[in-house]
């Protein structure tokens, strides 16, 4: 059974900086894309950002492109998400998945973490 595991969310003030942290437990992690995506209250589950098995592609939404670097270690089965220059809009629960294929569409998920929060003080 695959098991997403998140870490890192926190409260921090706008314009710092978090990184995000999705231990799994499969040991063909290194075969699959991963995503991160985030939901903010009384909104649905958006796309933030993805990799692809080797980590050599990535693609992320546009509110978050420049600001946020998503990246893989494959030795430690981890993938993580860097975000610089937080922003209120950036609160949310934030979720890593594990992918089919690579992809910034949530139906090609199937398998997700718990979410960890972020939220970011004005």
């Known amino acids: 059974q695959v098991q997403l595991v998140e870490s890192g969310g926190e409260l921090v003030q706008a314009g710092g900086s978090l990184r995000l942290s999705c231990a799994g437990s499969?040991?063909?992690?290194?075969?699959?894309?991963m995503g991160w995506f985030r939901q903010a209250p009384g909104k649905e589950r958006a796309f933030v950002a993805a990799?692809?098995?080797?980590?050599?592609?990535?693609m992320y939404a546009d509110s978050v492109k420049g600001r946020f670097t998503i990246s893989r270690d494959n030795a430690k089965n981890t993938v993580y998400l860097q975000m610089n220059s937080l922003k209120p809009e950036d609160t949310a629960v934030y979720y890593c998945?594990?992918?089919?294929?690579?992809?910034?569409?949530?139906?090609?998920?199937?398998?997700w973490g718990q979410g960890t929060q972020v939220t970011v003080s004005p």
């Open positions: 990799i692809n098995p080797s980590g050599s592609n990535t």
């Open positions: 998945a594990r992918a089919t294929y690579y992809s910034a569409n949530a139906a090609n998920y199937p398998y």
């Open positions: 499969e040991s063909a992690f290194s075969m699959y894309a």
